[in-house]
Nanobody
Framework: QLQLVESGGGLVQPGGSLRLSCGAS????????IGWFRQAPGKEREGVSC????????STTESAKGRFTISRDTAKKTVYLQMNSLKPEDTAVYYC???????????????????WGQGTQVTVSS
C-alpha cells in the first residue's frame, strides 16, 4: 500500500523554526515529484515547495522563498521541509503529496497529485 506520512508539526513562536518530514512507504520516491502544500482555515490550499527526487530540482513559492528549504534523503525515502523565520501567517495544515508525472517547474502546484499524506498542523503564535 502506497502511503505518505508527515511529521514534525507543532506550535512555535514567530521567528522560530520547524522541520517537517514526509516519509514514504510502499514505494520508492525516486521517480516522483514531492510537493509540500498547506491549507489555512478558510483559505484555499496553496503550494509551498516541490522537489524532483531523482534530479534534486526544487521550486519554492514566493511566500516561502528565503525561509523554507526542501530536501530529500533517498535512502530514508523521506523529504524534508525546513522552515525558518516562521510567521503567524504560516499557520496551516501542511501536506506532502507525490506524483510520478508532475514536473517541479513553474505551475507545479496546479497539478493534481496522486498520493497525499494526512497532514501535520503547524501553528505559529506567541
Amino acid at each position: 500500500q502506497l502511503q505518505l506520512v508527515e511529521s514534525g508539526g507543532g506550535l512555535v513562536q514567530p521567528g522560530g523554526s520547524l522541520r517537517l518530514s514526509c516519509g514514504a512507504s510502499g514505494f520508492s520516491l525516486d521517480y516522483y515529484v514531492i510537493g509540500w502544500f498547506r491549507q489555512a482555515p478558510g483559505k484555499e490550499r496553496e503550494g509551498v515547495s516541490c522537489i524532483s527526487v531523482r534530479s534534486g530540482t526544487t521550486s519554492t513559492t514566493e511566500s516561502a522563498k528565503g525561509r523554507f528549504t526542501i530536501s530529500r534523503d533517498t535512502a530514508k525515502k523521506t523529504v524534508y521541509l525546513q522552515m525558518n523565520s516562521l510567521k503567524p501567517e504560516d499557520t496551516a495544515v501542511y501536506y506532502c503529496a507525490a506524483d510520478p508525472l508532475a514536473l517541479c517547474l513553474g505551475g507545479w502546484h496546479k497539478v493534481e497529485y496522486t498520493y497525499w499524506g494526512q497532514g501535520t498542523q503547524v501553528t505559529v503564535s506567541s
